[in-house]
């Protein structure tokens, strides 16, 4: 499925964000009177559904997927396929810290020291449309609103909730096992290869980033529910994959990104963003299939 074509790591293009939401956002609080609902309503998922089953990812992809120097500047490798392509996970390096999962404090200090791995560094999140069940659905997509035939039952080894304001599931507690930084494998892993072509262009946290994203991005991030390694007979969100859209142009071959939603920072002002030889070398989504 993987060709090998380098085996040096990319540019800094790939941040510690997680699925679909950056990790800055602000969470609602709810009152001290307020009770924090543990699941959306029916009425909620109802809703939620509709969009969700109306705007499928693409689960089934055989295209091989080469990793080569990007045609984005600034050198390092990227991601190309003439096909769609599959599903792929985003690994973890198990020789880093706890079975290849590091703690917050750990991540913060490796970005302060602008380590080579930093931006590497993955961060697991709830913010996206669906996620991958490996739990009760052989490891397919099922829109997260779903999660809570889990969260009813007391499965979760995590502490999360659902957040009325924002209409998505949070972590009340992530616990130990949703940072952790990618193996630099680009055979095995070619995930960590993969840039955004939205880079320094729009603020990762902004209404234009999340447009241009959907429309320029093949792949967004999804999280992965799996079973609990730590605690018997519970599930657990630690690991995410990249799933490509539907409606993208594959005529030829074309490098594939994904957003990682980086907040605009003053140091990416001082890159040379312009494409170095053709502007259109990402082609526009066109349409849902």
């Known amino acids: 499925m993987i060709e090998r074509v380098g085996s040096q790591g990319s540019r800094i293009n790939r941040p510690a964000r997680s699925a679909s939401l950056p990790t800055k956002i602000k969470q609602s609080r709810a009152t001290p009177t307020e009770k924090i609902p543990k699941v959306p ?40 396929a003439s096909q769609l392509p599959p599903p792929i996970e985003y690994k973890r390096d198990r020789s880093v810290g706890k079975d290849g999962y ?22 697991v999140t709830l913010g996206a449309d669906w996620f991958r069940d490996e739990v009760g659905g052989n490891g397919k997509l099922k829109p997260m609103q779903t999660m809570h ?49 939205l880079f320094g262009k ?14 320029i991005n093949l792949f967004t991030m999804i999280p992965c529910l799996s079973w609990s390694q730590t605690q018997k007979g ?24 994904v957003g990682y939603h980086w907040p605009l920072e003053p140091w990416m002002k001082l890159a040379d963003l312009s494409l170095s030889s053709n502007e259109k070398a990402v082609p526009e989504r066109e349409s849902d299939q």
Not at 104 to 114: G, L, T
Not at 202 to 215: L, T
Not at 234 to 257: I, L, Q
């Open 41 to 80: 309503s029916d009425e909620e998922i109802e809703r939620l559904l509709r969009y969700e089953l109306a705007h499928p990812l693409a689960e089934h992809g055989t295209g091989k997927i080469t990793i080569k120097e990007s045609v984005f500047p600034g050198g390092g490798l990227g991601a190309f």
């Open 102 to 123: 590091i703690t917050q404090a750990e991540s913060d200090a490796s970005w302060a020291r602008k380590d080579e791995g930093s931006t590497y560094i993955m961060e």
């Open 149 to 197: 035939k889990y969260v009813r039952k007391g499965m979760m080894a995590q502490k999360i909730r659902w957040d009325c304001a924002m209409s998505q599931y949070v972590f009340e507690d992530k616990g130990e096992r949703v940072l952790y930084r990618a193996l630099l494998d680009p055979e095995n892993n070619p995930s960590p290869y993969l840039n955004d072509a």
């Open 202 to 215: 729009f603020d990762g946290e902004s209404d234009e980033y999340e447009v241009e994203d959907e429309c």
């Open 234 to 257: 519970k599930v657990e969100f630690s690991s995410v994959w990249y799933y490509p859209r539907n409606g993208f142009p594959w005529d030829k071959e074309r490098e594939v990104t």
